[in-house]
């Protein structure tokens, strides 16, 4: 996500006084919520779906990410760098390639 899309976000919450309301948990409740939604377009028929709605939920999944950032003054691409190398040495590429298994299935 650019600059200028986080810093939106943040002023749209310091615009209305929304920040109090933001606490880790409230956030991390938010995300679940959301991502339930974005899980709903998908109910009934996985390969006829309306991509503007899935558009509408994965943004608001991504802004509420964001939201909890913020609040816990962490960085996107630390942490998701530090994953990433978690997750290649869970998943070494001659055990996992065209594989679905759990890292410790593999």
């Given at each position: 996500?650019?600059?200028d899309t986080k810093k939106r976000i943040k002023q749209m919450n310091v615009d209305r006084d929304w920040?109090?309301?933001h606490t880790p948990s409230n956030l991390a409740k938010s995300i679940s919520i959301e991502a339930?939604?974005?899980?709903?377009?998908f109910q009934w028929d996985e390969n006829?779906?309306?991509l503007e709605e899935v558009k509408k939920e994965l943004a608001d999944v991504l802004?509420?990410?964001q939201d909890l950032l913020d609040k816990l003054n962490l960085n996107d691409d630390e942490i998701i760098n530090a994953k990433m190398d978690e997750n290649e040495k869970k998943y070494p590429i001659e055990l996992s390639k065209g594989?679905?298994?759990k890292y410790n299935k593999l």
């Open positions: 996500m650019n600059e920040s109090k309301f339930n939604e974005l899980l709903e377009c006829n779906f309306d802004i509420y990410c594989k679905a298994n």
